[in-house]
């Protein structure tokens, strides 16, 4: 069928001439109601937006003298972020001498993630960024 007796029909019946494949040879088209289509194109991809889930990065800070009741509420608030599907960044900030003993900082995120290993695993293992010894856990699925 020729371009014009398409449009022709596409005048007729109120509809728009829509090409789908304008690399085929013939050009393949279509006779569609061009702005339901597009309304309905925006409406799906509303839909998909609303099933994405956004993940945040929910901070932790801890200091490396903490205390193991602190800590437990660390813990805790920990375990809510990562079952709310979260990402969670553990920083312990040194102050002043205490940067000398990365090592105690060290031990102390490792026993973090042992305790929440059961909820997360380790998606960026602990290093130093500046007076800051960060650590980041993702949840498990």
């Known amino acids: 069928m020729s371009a014009k007796e398409a449009y022709k029909i596409a005048q007729e019946r109120h509809l728009d001439l ?3 494949a304008p690399q085929a040879n013939p050009p393949v088209c279509k006779l569609m109601d061009f702005g339901k289509y597009r309304y309905e194109l925006s409406k799906r991809e509303k839909e998909a937006k609303k099933k994405q889930k ?27 972020f990562l079952k709310e599907g979260n990402k969670v960044k553990v920083t312990i900030r040194f102050r002043g001498r205490e940067a000398a003993h990365t090592s105690l900082a060290e031990d102390l995120l490792n026993r973090f993630a042992n305790e929440l290993s059961e909820y997360g695993v380790i998606e960026k293992a602990p290093n130093m960024e500046g007076r800051n010894l960060m650590m980041v856990l993702t949840p498990k699925n």
Do not use: C, Q
């Open 18 to 20: 829509v090409k789908i």
């Open 54 to 80: 956004v993940i945040n990065v929910k901070e932790i800070r801890m200091s490396p003298t903490i205390e193991d009741h602190d800590f437990g509420v660390k813990l805790k608030s920990a375990i809510k």
